[in-house]
């Protein structure tokens, strides 16, 4: 064979091995590479999964927190009604036992009185006979004034006795009259308690609104809430946008304001400032329509539309988880049945409802508590003096000057405190108790101090030895002061100071 074929075949088998190894090599580092990729989608998908799960994960609890949270409302709700059916359930035993000394006492009187009838009578009786022995002397007409005089005498004590009966039978008539009329009164207004929220959501349909709403460095949602006056906060909910702000009409305009945005997907300085002015003015709408349907619900006529806006805004204020402007129709209802059952004009009863809390939605314009703007405002629309009055008096800050003013102040209690209408958290209302309490306790006499009534009363003992009669009135008056400045809570609280002396002997 020929050295330099030979030398040819070895080059070209040594070649053919070379390129298959550097094949193989290519290959391996190919399906290294191909591996690491598809573990690397592996891991992705991995974390994409892990955070879909988180999410749902979070949306469970959130879910299972809200669900222990309403049952807590409910297990409140039923500890308050066995309060207060406790509560009525004492009153009737301190009814009845009252009663019961108040039959011993009448029992007593009435024997004694028996027994000084009887000593009368026999003494009577006795002057009548030494009476009848002399008739043969007296002429018709001496006879006649002196039966008279007889009658008329023997008839003053019965008429005495009758006229009490009658008086306090009247009295106690008045006393279940007006007890029914409120109670029907409050059968007939049964409306269900709102729910307040403090921040509204705006959903979002993905995750990357979130950064156009953001904006480069800020910029966008910065705009938005120099704007607004609200607070954003984005990473809050997964989905969603949390919008915070103290004033609920303000916080409603930037919701729409947002959902515009939102909506149109193209979010710049210039956009945000139209969708502001366009969710103002559609939240200026709105309140003028909810406040035109509270007035024809109620078949007003006369209120100015300026008025009518301001009912509007308090659709979107609460006290205590009830709603202002379905309170003040509430209050208007109430009103109105009051006024018919005593005779008053129920539209003028019916008006002072409807506009006792206005000066809940008046911000700068007046100054003073929102009773005494209230009523200053609608003086100033022309208002019937007997409501404006109503207005002003129903927080007891000036005097009544018409019946109109005492029913608004039942209304708006009856309103306020019915079971359900003014939901308290357990903690905030134990600490409102605690805290009522340590007001009157700090003052010099007080011995023991009880807040009643869930707290809309509270009754304090002062030492006799120490503190005189008008010392005990300003107390009262001090605590009274004290707990409008410290404290916050619904309807109102009576302050009770008893000072009294008490003398036991015991006989062996």
């Known amino acids: 064979m020929d050295p330099n074929t030979l030398i040819f075949g070895v080059l070209g088998v040594a070649l053919g091995i070379l390129a298959s190894w550097i094949f193989t090599v290519r290959y391996r580092a190919k399906v290294r590479a191909e591996a690491s990729r598809i573990i690397e989608i592996a891991h992705k998908e991995a974390s994409v999964d892990r955070k879909q799960q988180l999410a749902e994960a979070d949306l469970d609890i959130r879910k299972q927190r809200q669900d222990l949270e309403q049952d807590i409302e409910r297990l409140k709700s039923g500890l308050y009604e066995r309060e207060h059916a406790l509560e009525a359930q004492e009153s009737s035993l301190k009814r009845a036992g009252a009663d019961l000394e108040s039959l011993k006492a009448s029992l007593s009187k009435r024997e004694t009185t028996f027994e000084a009838e009887s000593d009368v009578m026999n003494a009577a009786a006795s002057e009548y006979r030494q009476k009848l022995e002399d008739l043969s002397k007296l002429d018709t007409a001496e006879l006649r004034d002196q039966l008279e005089e007889e009658l008329r005498r023997e008839?003053?004590?019965?008429?005495?006795?009758?006229?009490?009966?009658?008086?306090?039978?009247?009295?106690?008539?008045?006393?279940?009259?007006?007890?029914?009329?409120i109670l029907t009164t409050m059968q007939r207004i049964a409306s269900k308690p709102d729910a307040s929220n403090s921040a509204s959501t705006v959903e979002l349909p993905n995750d990357e609104m979130k950064g156009r709403i953001i904006g480069k460095e800020g910029r966008n949602i910065k705009a938005f809430e120099a704007l607004t006056g609200v607070t954003l906060m984005i990473d809050e909910l997964p989905g969603s946008v949390l919008i915070s702000c103290f004033d609920p009409v303000r916080r409603e305009a930037a919701r729409v304001a947002l959902e515009i945005l939102v909506k149109d997907g193209r979010i710049h300085p210039t956009s945000i400032e139209e969708s502001i002015q366009s969710g103002q003015k559609e939240i200026e709408n709105l309140v003028y329509q909810y406040g035109e349907s509270a007035v024809q619900t109620l078949n007003l006529t006369g209120i100015p539309d300026d008025i009518l806006s301001l009912l509007g805004k308090l659709k979107y204020r609460y006290s205590f988880n009830q709603n202002t402007l379905e309170h003040s129709i509430e209050c208007a209802y109430i009103c109105s049945m009051l006024a018919s059952e005593l005779g008053l004009d129920p539209n003028l009863a019916k008006r002072a409802g409807l506009l006792h809390d206005i000066g809940k939605a008046v911000e700068h314009e007046y100054e003073g508590s929102h009773a005494t703007m209230g009523a200053k405002m609608i003086r100033d629309y022309g208002e019937n003096e007997a409501v404006a009055n109503a207005v002003e008096a129903h927080h007891k800050e000036v005097d009544p000057t018409s019946l109109y003013a005492p029913l608004l102040m039942i209304a708006d209690s009856v309103s306020a405190t019915r079971p359900g209408a003014r939901v308290e958290s357990l903690d905030a209302y134990v600490k409102r108790l605690e805290r009522l309490e340590s007001i009157a306790r700090d003052i010099d006499g007080v011995t023991e101090v009880y807040a009643i009534q869930a707290g809309r009363e509270i009754r304090v003992m002062v030492e006799p030895d120490k503190v005189e009669e008008l010392d005990a009135q300003r107390i009262a008056r001090k605590i009274r002061n004290r707990i409008e400045e410290e404290l916050q809570y619904p309807s109102t609280i009576k302050v009770t100071v008893i000072r009294e002396q008490r003398f036991t002997e015991t006989a062996t």
Request: charged content about 40%; proline content about 0%.
């Open 155 to 181: 008839c003053e004590l019965e008429l005495q006795d009758l006229r009490k009966e009658l008086l306090s039978a009247s009295e106690q008539e008045v006393q279940r009259e007006a007890k029914q009329i």
